[in-house]
């Protein structure tokens, strides 16, 4: 058998490897299955795109759903969104075979005689260029008909759907909302991690979305639950690894899946069938990773202002910075001009180096936050004392 790290630090991974949230996937799966659509919210790199593909492989979606995932973080237009779902619906028909995958290119009218054929499979090939999709409305509309009448349902996740509301055409939500809401075939799961936005998106009575799903807001997963998954994990490959090493990971982390897995999936692997692994390993591990990451991390700050690097620096050692575009903020730590504070975290913002929970400002990439720390002097072992809650 080949060797797997229990770690994973990429999606799709296997049952077995994936720690708890038995009580989302239920929400989820009990939506779905309601025909009911949902948002589903966290900080960046929580497990949002993990439960979704862990709800998709749920006997009770997978068997019974067509289903599909589009990412739209990069896309800027009806156009792109459209190709993207096009794109995507037709991977999914076609993994049912050339057949299923034709009559969904036939179904699309708007853009018939635009799709080649697959010399090698002799089947049809999605290769039409984005500039083909000339009347995007028109096409998509096509495509949802088409999962419209169906005869298996379609449940279709868009991640970062934020997004619509950056696109070039100012009427998206309304647009996709009159769209969706009459499909009784196909149910949404709209995720993403601009709690600001997706939060007006679908609780402002203003806007178009709004009272039309239900919402899950994805926390951290429980402590207890991952260190009994990690310690697991080293057992059952003759290793070992302390409580109290992943707990102050843990807390370390402050529980965001995504580093305290990328950190683990280390020391497992520096740990030798037999080893033992305890806070020690866990540092070690840990600067290890930061120095890997050294270089990144220099270029990223090398490609901020001045005003933009002491800001993302004041919040990293501040973990948490509360109320950071207040004046007793900005002079205690001696940030200058409150217009200039203002414009650096709104370019933080944009570039996705932090993120931000009503009045609070965190960094996104909890190594990176370290990182800026232990430039600042304040190492590994400090902030792990400083976060520790035993
Ligand atoms: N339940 C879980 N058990 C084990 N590992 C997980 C679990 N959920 C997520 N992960 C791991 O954590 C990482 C981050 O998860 P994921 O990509 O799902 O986060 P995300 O919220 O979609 O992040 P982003 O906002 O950056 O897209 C993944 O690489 C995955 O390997
Ligand atoms: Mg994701």
Same mark, same amino acid.
């Given at each position: 058998?080949?060797?797997?790290?229990?770690?994973? /630090? #990429?999606? @799709?991974?296997?049952?077995?490897?994936?720690?708890?949230?038995?009580?989302?996937?239920?929400?989820?799966?009990?939506?779905?299955? @309601? $025909?009911?659509?949902?948002?589903?919210?966290?900080?960046?790199?929580?497990?949002?795109?993990? *439960?979704?593909?862990?709800?998709?492989?749920? +006997?009770?979606?997978? +068997?019974?759903?067509?289903?599909?995932?589009?990412?739209?973080?990069? /896309?800027?237009?009806?156009?792109?969104?459209?190709?993207?779902?096009? &794109?995507?619906?037709?991977?999914?028909?076609?993994?049912?075979?050339?057949?299923?995958?034709?009559?969904?290119?036939?179904?699309?009218?708007?853009?018939?005689?635009?799709?080649?054929?697959?010399?090698? #499979?002799?089947?049809?090939?999605?290769?039409?260029?984005?500039?083909?999709?000339?009347?995007?409305?028109?096409? *998509?509309?096509?495509?949802?008909?088409?999962?419209?009448?169906?005869?298996?349902?379609?449940?279709?996740?868009?991640?970062?759907? &934020? &997004?619509? $509301?950056?696109?070039?055409? +100012?009427?998206?939500?309304?647009?996709?909302?009159?769209?969706?809401?009459?499909?009784?075939?196909?149910?949404?799961?709209?995720?993403?991690?601009?709690?600001?936005?997706?939060?007006?998106?679908?609780?402002?009575?203003?806007?178009?979305?709004?009272?039309?799903?239900?919402?899950?807001?994805?926390?951290?997963?429980?402590?207890?639950?991952?260190?009994?998954?990690?310690?697991?994990?080293?057992? @059952?490959?003759?290793?070992?690894?302390?409580?109290?090493?992943?707990?102050?990971?843990?807390?370390?982390?402050?529980?965001? #899946?995504?580093?305290?897995?990328? #950190?683990?999936?280390?020391?497992?692997?520096?740990?030798?069938?037999?080893?033992?692994?305890?806070?020690?390993?866990?540092?070690?591990?840990?600067?290890?990773?930061?120095?890997?990451?050294?270089?990144?991390?220099?270029?990223?700050?090398?490609?901020?202002?001045?005003?933009?690097? /002491?800001? *993302?620096?004041?919040?990293?050692?501040?973990?948490?910075?509360? @109320?950071?575009?207040?004046?007793?903020?900005?002079?205690?730590?001696?940030?200058?001009?409150?217009?200039?504070?203002?414009?650096?975290?709104?370019?933080?913002?944009?570039?996705?180096?932090?993120?931000?929970?009503?009045?609070?400002?965190?960094?996104?990439? +909890?190594?990176?936050?370290?990182?800026?720390?232990?430039?600042?002097?304040?190492?590994?072992?400090?902030?792990?004392?400083?976060?520790?809650?035993?």
């Amino acid at each position: 058998m080949q060797h797997v790290n229990p770690f994973y /630090t #990429t999606n @799709n991974i296997p049952s077995r490897y994936f720690c708890d949230r038995a009580q989302e996937t239920e929400t989820l799966v009990r939506s779905v299955t @309601n $025909g009911n659509n949902m948002v589903l919210m966290s900080p960046r790199r929580m497990g949002k795109t993990g *439960l979704i593909n862990h709800v998709f492989t749920d +006997k009770r979606i997978g +068997k019974e759903y067509n289903c599909c995932f589009i990412d739209i973080y990069d /896309t800027s237009s009806l156009q792109e969104f459209t190709f993207r779902l096009g &794109q995507e619906v037709f991977r999914r028909q076609s993994a049912g075979g050339i057949r299923k995958g034709a009559r969904f290119l036939e179904v699309l009218k708007s853009i018939r005689g635009e799709f080649s054929y697959d010399p090698a #499979t002799l089947g049809p090939k999605f290769a039409l260029s984005l500039g083909q999709i000339q009347q995007p409305l028109r096409t *998509l509309e096509e495509i949802l008909q088409f999962m419209e009448s169906s005869s298996k349902p379609w449940l279709v996740a868009i991640d970062e759907f &934020q &997004q619509i $509301g950056k696109y070039d055409e +100012k009427n998206m939500e309304a647009l996709l909302r009159t769209r969706f809401q009459r499909l009784a075939n196909v149910t949404f799961i709209y995720s993403g991690s601009e709690r600001h936005l997706l939060g007006q998106m679908f609780s402002s009575a203003a806007r178009p979305f709004y009272m039309s799903t239900g919402t899950l807001e994805l926390k951290p997963i429980d402590r207890d639950k991952y260190v009994e998954f990690a310690r697991r994990q080293f057992r @059952n490959a003759g290793k070992s690894i302390t409580k109290d090493a992943v707990e102050g990971l843990y807390d370390l982390m402050e529980g965001y #899946t995504f580093f305290m897995q990328k #950190t683990l999936n280390e020391v497992f692997a520096s740990t030798e069938k037999g080893g033992d692994a305890g806070q020690i390993e866990v540092f070690a591990a840990m600067e290890y990773l930061l120095d890997t990451a050294d270089t990144t991390y220099r270029n990223i700050l090398a490609g901020l202002s001045k005003g933009q690097r /002491t800001v *993302l620096s004041t919040i990293a050692v501040d973990g948490h910075a509360e @109320n950071i575009l207040s004046q007793s903020y900005i002079s205690r730590h001696y940030l200058g001009a409150a217009s200039s504070v203002q414009a650096a975290v709104r370019s933080l913002l944009a570039k996705q180096l932090i993120s931000r929970d009503a009045d609070t400002y965190f960094l996104d990439d +909890k190594y990176l936050e370290l990182w800026i720390r232990r430039c600042y002097g304040i190492s590994l072992e400090e902030s792990w004392v400083e976060r520790w809650q035993d």
